[in-house]
């Protein structure tokens, strides 16, 4: 069964950097990736995508501070974020899909997630 296991989760001050990784239980070949996050009481959004043929796209919030990266050979996805801020606290999920759904939270594999908190 695929599954997809995130680590890197960590305590970080404001403007610190934290890297996030994600890695499926094995080869299954080429996926669309990306990561989302959920604070407390609030909605699952997305942060972050790499597309079928390997364009990238990012939400608003975190456009120049976040860098999300993939090596294929591995299917491993990276969130390098940069610049944290307490807004960006919240738990990480990564995402996969044979489907680019790009920001679209539809994607049918989904990791059990990685804990970041920001503190001011």
């Known amino acids: 069964e695929f599954q997809l296991q995130e680590s890197g989760g960590d305590s970080a001050q404001t403007g610190g950097s934290l890297r996030l990784s994600c890695a499926p239980n094995?080869?299954?070949?080429?996926?669309?990736m990306a990561w989302f996050r959920q604070a407390p009481g609030m909605e699952r959004e997305a942060v972050a995508a790499?597309?079928?043929?390997?364009?990238?796209v990012y939400a608003d919030s975190v456009k120049g501070r976040f860098t999300i990266s993939k090596d294929n050979a591995k299917n491993t996805l990276y969130l390098q974020m940069n610049s944290l801020e307490p807004d960006d606290t919240a738990m990480y999920f990564c995402?996969?899909?044979?489907?680019?759904?790009?920001?679209?939270?539809?994607?049918?594999?989904w990791g059990q997630g990685t804990q970041v908190t920001v503190s001011s």
């Open positions: 995402a996969a899909d044979r489907v680019d759904w790009s920001l679209f939270p539809r994607y049918n594999y």
């Open positions: 094995g080869y299954y070949g080429v996926f669309c």
């Open positions: 790499i597309r079928l043929f390997g364009s990238t």
